[in-house]
């Protein structure tokens, strides 16, 4: 893993530091993915299908939290738990 210091503008810019833009050109699609105060970038020419399947786990888990901070949810026991996620 390499790391690095950047700073943002006042127009929200960000520069990637040049030991860690290997692999990137110009013009390359970044996507942004925002989770609390982290910003991850991937590129989305390698976007993937496991990608994708991740990013949907990671909606609906995010949805879910969601809805138990609003006290919307169900209790049920083991087996009804497994019987719901057969489900899915």
């Keep these: 893993m390499e790391i ?3 700073k ?30 982290k910003l991850i970038l991937k590129k989305a020419g390698d976007v993937d299908e496991n990608f994708k399947e991740d990013f949907e786990f990671a909606r609906r888990t995010e949805e879910a939290y969601k809805k138990i901070d609003r006290g919307e949810y169900i209790e049920m026991d083991f087996d009804e738990f497994v019987e719901e996620m057969k489900k899915w």
């Design 8 to 37: 943002m503008s006042s127009k929200g810019q960000v520069v990637i530091p040049f030991d860690l833009r290997k692999g990137f050109k110009e013009g390359d699609k970044l996507i942004v993915i925002k989770s609390g105060d």
């Design 4 to 6: 690095d210091i950047t």
